[in-house]
């Protein structure tokens, strides 16, 4: 049914990698779908990868704009050499740019598909002239509280969407912010929230080395190009922190302990040392889990905020049938424990990781932002 006839909305994405890219072809098959259904006109004013912001100058980038600039940087052209392009610094004249070309900062909404924390000014800018930003992004849900706090909250409307940030759009974060709207309490978090990690357990619980284990995850696309950044546990650390925060919590990512599983020394080495040292880590964590397995237990990365408020991210020795056990492979499973959901603790599980899933989830929060959904 269509709704409103005059709903524009301007979009400024940071970030064309996998995800990002994956969200701007949804974007394109399904704006005339929108348009017919919900009068929803949206429109790219800029695009901007690692070097440099693609923009319409005052206009919207036209569709052919759009998929000739994501075709050439697939191609290996970056931003900074086509033409339209901005330098990051020019930030604020971009986001200026875009609250102009829409009429008003309400219809302007931020996409972040990037990785750092580099254009958290840009995002705090947006949310406070009342722009609505949506986040695949975690770096900028993780730096200092203050920060965290004024991207949930403008005075000037907008809204702040970060389904994508933790689980790759299980409906975890909604649950939780729903629990602690309608003044339920938060008792205790539980979460199996790395896929690769997710995978490497299961390998390692199964018996199988950890070289052969690691290098598996690696094949399957599981880790991060470096998967020293899976093995750390920070990622692991930094969804917990998302998740404490959205519970409450006043909580710094420096207040997360965390078990690295990365051999010791390894983080000394470059890449491409690591990569050709990973042989030699074969029986790094085997007595670990081959004490696990003896127990009649299986070895789980977990994410976990105690009722006194303790964050933590380690191995743990699991029974096949606790809920942080259950699931496979890279799949995530949460278990909520509230003052509503205490004998019977509220669990949402699925894939949690992948690009389809993840841009989807994006997609899902703009239509958020844009009062669709």
């Avoid at 319409?56 to 086509?82: C, D, I, S, Y």
């Avoid at 770096?139 to 706090?149: E, H, I, N, S, V």
Wanted: net charge negative; glycine share 10%.
């Amino acid at each position: 049914m269509r709704r409103d006839m005059n709903r524009d909305i301007a979009l400024l994405q940071l970030g064309v990698g996998r995800v990002g890219a994956a969200v701007v072809h949804i974007i394109a098959a399904q704006a005339e779908r929108w348009r017919e259904r919900y009068g929803l006109n949206v429109r790219y004013y800029a695009l901007a990868d690692s070097t440099a912001f693609l923009t319409g100058k005052q206009t919207f980038l036209t569709p052919e704009a759009v998929r000739a600039a994501l075709l050439a940087h697939e191609n290996g052209q970056r931003f900074a050499e086509q033409s339209g392009a901005a330098s990051h610094d020019e930030w604020t004249h971009v986001l200026d740019g875009s609250v102009e070309a829409a009429g008003d900062a309400a219809r302007v909404v931020v996409l972040d598909c990037a990785s750092g924390d580099a254009m958290a000014p840009l995002l705090l800018a947006a949310r406070a002239a009342g722009a609505s930003v949506v986040l695949a992004n975690k770096d900028p849900l993780t730096g200092p509280l203050a920060q965290y706090r004024a991207l949930a909250e403008s005075e000037y409307g907008g809204s702040l969407h970060i389904s994508a940030t933790v689980g790759a759009g299980l409906p975890i974060l909604s649950a939780l912010a729903a629990s602690v709207a309608s003044g339920d309490t938060i008792i205790e978090i539980g979460a199996r929230a790395s896929g690769s990690l997710g995978f490497f357990c299961d390998e390692l619980s199964r018996g199988v080395a950890f070289d052969q284990a690691l290098r598996e995850a690696m094949a399957r696309g599981y880790t991060e190009p470096d998967p020293r950044l899976d093995l750390s546990g920070f990622d692991v650390a930094r969804k917990l922190l998302i998740l404490a925060r959205v519970a409450g919590a006043s909580a710094e990512l420096a207040d997360v302990q965390v078990e690295s599983l990365a051999p010791q020394g390894s983080e000394a080495l470059s890449l491409a040392e690591f990569v050709a040292a990973i042989p030699d880590y074969a029986d790094h964590l085997a007595a670990r889990a081959s004490n696990a397995r003896s127990a009649g237990q299986v070895v789980r990365y977990v994410a976990r905020m105690r009722p006194d408020g303790e964050l933590r991210a380690l191995l743990a020795d699991l029974p096949p049938e606790h809920l942080l056990a259950r699931g496979a492979g890279p799949d995530n499973v949460f278990v909520l424990r509230t003052a509503r959901y205490d004998a019977n603790p509220l669990v949402i599980a699925g894939p949690g990781a992948g690009i389809g899933v993840t841009a989807g989830a994006v997609v899902s929060d703009l239509l958020r932002a844009a009062g669709v959904l």
